[in-house]
């Protein structure tokens, strides 16, 4: 037996489930193919072919993978939380919350709420350190997105109007709307809940 098909049949878990979970959670990041390629070593074409189930990943290329995605190797066998099946769509405990990489700002991190990536509702803890931000560039997306500030203070830009937002304030952006956020606080980190929610998803 090979080390791919160690990796993924003898842990009870298809090549097609674990490739498709790669798949959901390199889109729902808006990472390429090739950003994924060159942030693990894995080419492009094995990537490809992982994702569709043709070919089981090896535990070091699931590794690299988890790394680059931001989530624990353990979820492609079995979403990373204990508990019974039917638990798993439903709770997930504060110690399993999995970490999110992310693609754009400085000094920021998030965490997944929600027990389902591929839900129609994502909720994410979403902390800036001070200086920390989306960058100059407003950038949109597709969902309609809400927030509330757990602790902080945190600047928020959208559509070209400016916000100061406080611990206990909360806020709701459109969909497509462009926004660019940032700590105002140059001491103290600020940390939100983020929501976000996908219609075509329900």
Known sequence: ????????????????????????????LGLSLQVVSERTGISIGLLSQIERGISAPSLKNLV?????????TGWFFDDGRPG?????????????????VMENGTNMSKELLSPRRD???????????PGGSTGEEPYSHPAEVGGYVVRGLLDLWLNGRSFVLRTGD??????NCLRKYANADPQQPVELVWSIAYPDRM
Do not use: N
């Open 1 to 28: 037996m090979t080390v791919a098909a160690t990796a993924s049949t003898e842990a009870g878990v298809a090549p097609e489930i674990i490739g498709s979970k790669i798949r959901m959670v390199r889109r729902s």
């Open 64 to 72: 690299a993978l988890s790394t680059a995605l931001g989530i624990r």
């Open 84 to 100: 019974e099946d039917g638990d798993r769509d439903l709770i997930v405990r504060r110690e399993y919350r999995r970490k999110i």
């Open 119 to 129: 839900g129609a509702l994502q909720m994410f803890i979403l902390t800036l350190e």
């Open 170 to 175: 909360s806020f709701s952006i459109p969909p």
